[in-house]
């Protein structure tokens, strides 16, 4: 895994970190008016690229975003557009940048005031960026009101005003922009929502920061893509067999038989080269009618998991998930808590999904503690709260107090927080899933489509990751991959998507992310 950490065109930063690597570029001779020269003319640019000459207002705040807003100001006044300027703040305050590109303008300097949108057909969101430490007060919140009632289209500079670039969070009311043009790198608010949906198309501009500053920083966040998994993914070798591609154990339920189905032939898709459903005798027949290349074993009625552990002595048997179907009503719970606990115990790379996550939500601490080995946890919102209840809106987020009060924990914090108290990966799902390790490592996924909002999906992803971590794959590895995947062939597939159709569609995403990825 050491090759991700220069991985740099995927890293994702934190304003601190972004802030940090303007430093360093300062330091290493790139001077601070260069870099707003360059971040007002790549807005400019974007501006001209996307839209046609038309009245433009342009709201600068009391900060470097309104110092960006400047020269955007001149360079559309330049091209010929009609533009006005309004600015909120008080110019003794300006960087020393800020206050230069202030004096260059040679138009109008309006105070901020809505009657200003009345003959705007485009508004540049000048006004928070990186610096944004609250709710919009005032006449700048007044504004934000006001494109959002005239419904006035908006490009934004670095992030539209409002969203914490770190967390995705909106403080308040947020004008939705439809173009935000940010700086050397993504922040992880670009792609958590609600964030995500409020930054309409995102164009990262180069603005002259050298990549070696990225060097002196600890970065731990990454935007999802094969970049950083692909050397790793396990494609088959001509000289292996399917006993070199590893043996998957499933543990399918006694009422709910799809959803360990859809598992396991997720798991065989992806290449591993056995996999056994095992399933409670009275079941059996269901499943043995229903898979193919999928090997179904009987668990005796009265000692299931006494019969799942036997399994699990035969060394072949190199990874298990269970979850997907186990089963959680009455006597089930304490079965499938039995069967997680045999499954751990082996030490051997674990998937953890579904009902064997609910199983532990009166005592999750017997999970964790159980939790010695490789083990990735794919939970949805739902079972994520049930076993990290108390990462909520009070947890700790290491933001200024105001920022803590407005907004919950954000995902990548919860996931990351959660990753580090029980031990395993934890994939917390969703349309924008984080896969966290307990090493503080974390990715951001971007690719997946509403699409895959379908019952059946989640228990393919746990599929997909059982069958990579079978073929060796590590597990932040095999999840980050296996969610790529997983929103790829939801790509491929699109509207009107089932999850049985996702098995079936991987074979062409892996062939085109081979095509793309891999020169034998
Ligand atoms: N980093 C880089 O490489 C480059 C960065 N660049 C640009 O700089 C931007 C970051 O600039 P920045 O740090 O000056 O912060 P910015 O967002 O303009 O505002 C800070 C001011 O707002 C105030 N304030 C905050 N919230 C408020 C609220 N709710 N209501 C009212 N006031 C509020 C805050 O006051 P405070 O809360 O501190 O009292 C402070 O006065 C970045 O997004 C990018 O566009 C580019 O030029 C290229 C190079
Ligand atoms: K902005």
Not at 167 to 182: F, I, W
Not at 302 to 324: K, M, T, W, Y
Not at 460 to 476: D, E, R, S
Request: hydrophobic share 45%.
């Amino acid at each position: 895994m050491a090759h991700m950490y220069k991985q740099h065109s995927q890293i994702l930063l934190t304003t601190n970190e972004m802030g940090k690597a303007d430093s360093a570029a300062v330091v290493a001779g790139v001077p601070a008016m260069e870099l707003m020269a360059a971040a007002g003319k790549a807005v400019a640019d974007a501006v001209l690229g996307r839209w046609s000459r038309c009245s433009v207002l342009v709201l600068c705040g009391p900060g470097n975003n309104g110092g960006d807003g400047f020269v955007v100001s001149q360079l559309l006044l330049s091209a010929g557009w009609p533009v006005r300027l309004a600015f909120w703040g008080s110019v003794e305050k300006l960087s020393p940048e800020a206050a230069h590109f202030y004096y260059a303008w040679q138009g109008e300097v309006e105070a901020y005031s809505v009657d200003l949108l009345e003959q705007t057909d485009l508004v540049i969101d000048a006004m928070f960026g990186a610096g944004l430490t609250h709710a919009l007060e005032d006449k700048a919140r007044d504004m934000v009101d006001g494109i959002i009632e005239r419904k006035i289209p908006v490009c934004a500079i670095d992030v539209p005003s409002g969203v914490d670039g770190t967390t995705g969070a909106a403080l308040g009311n947020v004008a939705p922009a439809e173009l935000t043009v940010t700086f050397f790198r993504q922040k992880p608010g670009h792609l958590l929502f609600p964030g995500r949906g409020l930054c309409g198309k995102l164009v990262v501009a180069d603005i002259g920061i050298p990549d070696p500053v990225l060097d002196e920083l600890n970065l731990q966040t990454w935007e999802n893509s094969p970049e950083l998994w692909c050397r790793d993914y396990p494609w088959p070798r001509s000289e292996e067999h399917k006993f070199h591609r590893g043996h998957a154990v499933v543990y399918g339920g006694e009422n709910i038989t799809g959803a360990s189905r859809l598992t396991a032939r997720g798991a065989m898709r992806i290449g591993a080269g056995l996999v056994s459903l095992a399933v409670p005798i009275k079941a059996w027949a269901i499943y043995a009618t229903a898979m193919t290349s999928v090997m179904v074993v009987k668990l005796e009625q009265s000692q299931e998991a006494e019969d799942f552990e036997e399994l699990l002595l035969d060394p072949r048997h190199n990874v298990i998930a269970v979850g997907p179907g186990a089963g959680l009503a009455g006597f089930e719970r304490i079965r499938t808590r039995k069967i997680v606990l045999a499954a751990l115990a082996t030490n051997r790379p674990t998937v953890l999904d579904a009902d064997a996550l609910s199983a532990f939500a009166d005592d999750p601490k017997i999970l964790f503690d159980a939790i010695n080995g490789p083990c990735v946890m794919t939970p949805h919102e739902g079972e994520f709260a049930r076993l990290f209840p108390t990462f909520n809106e009070s947890t700790d987020i290491n933001k200024s107090p105001d920022i803590n009060e407005q907004c919950v924990a954000d995902k990548l914090t919860r996931t990351r927080l959660a990753a580090k108290l029980s031990g395993a990966v934890v994939v917390l799902k969703g349309a924008d899933t984080v896969i966290a390790s307990p090493d503080g490592r974390a990715i951001i996924n971007s690719n997946a489509p509403a699409d895959l909002a379908t019952g059946g999906s989640g228990d393919v992803l746990a599929g997909f990751i059982v069958g990579l971590l079978a073929q060796g794959m590590l597990p932040f590895d095999a999840a980050a991959a296996a969610v790529w995947l997983h929103g790829e062939v939801g790509n491929e597939v699109g509207i009107g998507l089932i999850a049985d159709d996702l098995p079936n569609h991987l074979p062409k995403v892996l062939s085109a992310f081979k095509r793309q990825y891999f020169s034998d």
